[in-house]
């Protein structure tokens, strides 16, 4: 399979698998900015992407950012559907205590090309019963 990449802007950098076996391409920056402490915001890449119907493009936190400073991808993974053509956008949370200034270049995603399971929707009157029926958010104990 083929990430087809297309750069928006002169300036965008490729995104770049840093070792053989990593799953994900690093994603940079387009500019610069910062993101205030305990905020929100947004990242341009300069990028359009495409797949192959049957896959999608998530886009997902780098570890180092979110133990070192708190900085995470906020829709985690974000999704980059196979007929969408537009700029890859990041939204970033920053929950550290500065601000979070990052440089045009740096790289601060990672995408990974998924498959999906194209599925349709029913309508139904009920739902098959089992064990764990409607219990959720934390019925399950620890």
């Known amino acids: 399979m083929i990430l087809k ?7 965008a950098k490729m995104p770049v698998r840093t070792t053989t076996g990593a799953s994900c391409f690093d994603v940079h920056a387009l500019e610069g900015g910062a993101i205030p402490a ?11 992407v495409a797949v192959d119907k049957g896959f999608e493009v998530q886009v997902r936190s780098r570890s180092g950012l979110a133990l070192k400073q708190g900085v995470f991808v906020l829709n985690s993974p974000g999704t980059v559907d ?28 990672q995408i990974a090309v998924c498959p999906v399971i194209m599925a349709d929707a029913e ?17 399950t104990g620890r």
């Open 38 to 48: 305990k905020s929100r915001g947004f990242v341009r890449t300069g990028l359009a």
């Open 123 to 139: 309508l139904v009157e009920t739902l098959d019963d089992t064990a764990r029926s409607s219990g959720g958010f934390g019925s």
């Open 5 to 11: 990449v297309k750069r928006l802007d002169p300036a």
């Open 82 to 109: 196979s007929d969408y053509r537009g700029e890859v956008g990041i939204i970033l949370m920053n929950l550290g205590d500065d601000a979070f200034t990052y440089k045009a270049g740096d790289r601060i995603a």
